[in-house]
């Protein structure tokens, strides 16, 4: 297939500011082209590295497609841009990936129904419109966790139910993420997590990151390390469905795939993101290509670079909570002094509690060696506002 290359000058679009679409806007910088960015929030932390920020909520159709007219290529860092507005857009750009596999993606209900239809793996679960058939499936799937379908992320938007939970409150969960359309999925025992990104460029031409191992506390990603240190039929499980469902949905750019891995040994499909993610951060670091980078040769149809490791690696969020203990601010001191550390810092105005505002990142002999060196950067940082680990 062929299809026209864009190069440098040329202006990449970028729907969402957040610290994705930062440091997609700086790789794609570092690569000579020119960045617009697209966000609701006139502060956001995109805005440091754009050329324009067209500021307007995701929904305004006019205004993505006057966006749009100042670019070559659209892409997006958030999957909650409404799919109206992408094809408003798409009149004047191609984005990528495209509208109708962010339609897919942007509903979790959806987006595992479509999994299931696929015949990939995926844990028990059930879509519910109503209370009634929410409260029915909380008492089949318990010990289960409640999602709302749409606009939750880092946990939020969630309600863990025991099977010893009685009626009232699965009734309550339903009120607790919005009383509107909700994923029910079987709380599942897991060994660990890990995920896969795949990069696939706009001629289909396909690469792919070796799978990262996470962890995550309350919901939200804490560390993460690479390569995995998993069997080898466990990282080649992954990554085969991890291709099998970008293909799948025909993605122009790159798709995160999170996993479970049960104790039974088992790989099963948690989530998609079309975006860069982060537990790929750290290939900043350790692969031969960032994921920022990666996907910006993606949608720009250049050769896409390798995603081969080049040194373990591993990160570690920083989160708002460093940032809003009382009379405290975090000191970095000992963090730059660790050889090899980086803190990244996203430059975002307001802390909140859970909040990402940066990580740090660092390499190693081994991604356990890599983590280990991340955790104790954070330990610093925590002790210098008076937190535990
Ligand atoms: N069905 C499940 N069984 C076990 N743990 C789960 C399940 N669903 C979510 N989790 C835990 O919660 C985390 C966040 O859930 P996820 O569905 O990935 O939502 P988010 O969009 O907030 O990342 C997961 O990475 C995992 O640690
Ligand atoms: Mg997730």
């Known amino acids: 297939m062929s299809v026209a290359r864009i190069l440098p000058p040329a202006a990449l679009g970028i729907f969402g500011g957040g610290q994705l679409g930062r440091m997609t ?8 082209y020119d960045v617009h960015v697209f966000d609701p ?4 932390a995109a805005k440091a590295i754009a050329t324009s920020v067209t500021t307007a909520p995701y929904d305004d159709e006019v205004a993505a497609a006057r966006f749009a007219e100042r670019c070559a290529v659209l892409t997006l860092e958030i999957e909650q841009v409404s799919v ?40 028990p679960f059930a879509v519910c419109d109503d209370e009634a058939a ?3 499936a909380v008492a089949r799937l318990a010990p289960c966790i409640a999602k709302s379908t749409h606009g939750g992320y880092d946990g939020r938007g ?3 139910l025991a099977d010893a939970d009685p009626a009232a409150a699965a009734a309550a969960a339903w009120r607790a993420i919005g009383g509107r359309r909700a994923i029910v999925e079987q709380f599942l025992d897991l060994a660990c997590e890990v995920s896969v990104m795949t990069a696939r460029a706009a001629d289909g031409h396909v690469r792919q990151f070796p799978p990262s191992w996470n962890h995550h506390d309350h919901g ?38 999170e996993c479970f891995v049960t104790k039974r040994g088992d790989v099963l499909v948690n989530e998609l993101a079309p975006r860069p993610h982060n537990t790929f951060h750290q290939t900043e670091r350790g692969h031969q290509t960032s994921q920022f980078e990666q996907l910006v040769r993606a949608v720009c149809n250049l050769p896409l670079g390798s995603g081969d490791i080049v040194a373990p690696s591993a ?15 975090p000191d970095f001191t000992e963090a730059w002094a660790m050889p090899g550390v980086r803190v990244h810092l996203y430059g975002k105005p307001g802390a909140r509690a859970g909040r990402k505002m940066g990580h740090l990142s660092a390499v190693g002999d081994t991604p356990e060696m890599a983590r280990d060196l991340v955790r104790a950067a954070y330990r610093s940082v925590a002790r210098s506002v008076g937190l535990a680990d």
């Not at 750009?93 to 479509?114: E, S």
């Open 134 to 136: 929410f409260v029915e």
């Open 315 to 329: 990160i570690h969020n920083l989160l708002g909570d460093l940032w809003v203990q009382p009379g405290r601010r």
């Open 220 to 257: 939200i990603l804490t560390w993460s390390m690479a390569p995995a240190p998993v069997p080898v039929e466990v990282a080649r499980e992954a990554a085969r469905l991890a291709e099998g469902i970008t293909v799948g949905l025909g993605i122009v750019g790159v798709l995160a795939v």
């Open 158 to 160: 969630q309600v863990r």
């Open 25 to 32: 806007g700086m790789a794609a910088r570092a690569m000579g």
């Open 41 to 44: 929030d006139p502060e956001c």
């Open 84 to 123: 109206t507005t992408l094809n408003a857009a798409a009149r004047f750009a191609p984005v990528r990936p495209a509208p109708d596999a962010v339609h897919v993606v942007q509903d979790r209900g959806r987006q595992k129904t479509w999994l299931r239809l696929q015949g990939f793996p995926v844990g």
